[in-house]
């Protein structure tokens, strides 16, 4: 998610899913506060009882730090841990806008949460 695409389509976003309508460009002005809804896609995992659930956000992605040498035969780039895209492409990700210092605030009055459902049992 772009922070600079961060309206919310009002008439299909949900409490558990946003969805952005990515029709106005929102700039990032450096030293204020945003806050931004960003979905997690939805999957089946069940948590056991005493296990937690661990949640990183980036600036940027993931990148194994070791030795990968490991691509699928339709793909030009290995995995480094988060599949064979890259988000690197000069004209899509300009360094000027995007090669900048990302912060993210949290205080009492600007709390971060989490959304997740709970399933109950039939």
Request: glycine share 8%; hydrophobic share 30%.
């Amino acid at each position: 998610m772009r922070a600079s695409r961060r309206k919310l389509g009002t008439e299909r976003s949900t409490l558990y899913r946003p969805y952005y309508s990515h029709d106005e460009a929102q700039p990032i002005i450096p030293g204020e506060l945003y806050e931004l809804d960003g979905e997690i896609w939805p999957t089946c995992i069940v948590v056991p009882v005493g296990y937690r659930i661990g949640l990183t956000v980036r600036g940027k992605d993931y990148v194994y730090p070791g030795e990968v040498d490991f691509r699928l035969s339709n793909m030009k780039n290995n995995f480094t841990g988060c599949g064979p895209f890259l988000h690197d492409d000069p004209d899509d990700r300009p360094p000027e806008i995007f090669g900048k210092t990302v912060a993210i605030h949290c205080s009492a009055d600007h709390s971060s949460y989490l959304v997740l459902p709970i399933i109950p049992k039939k």
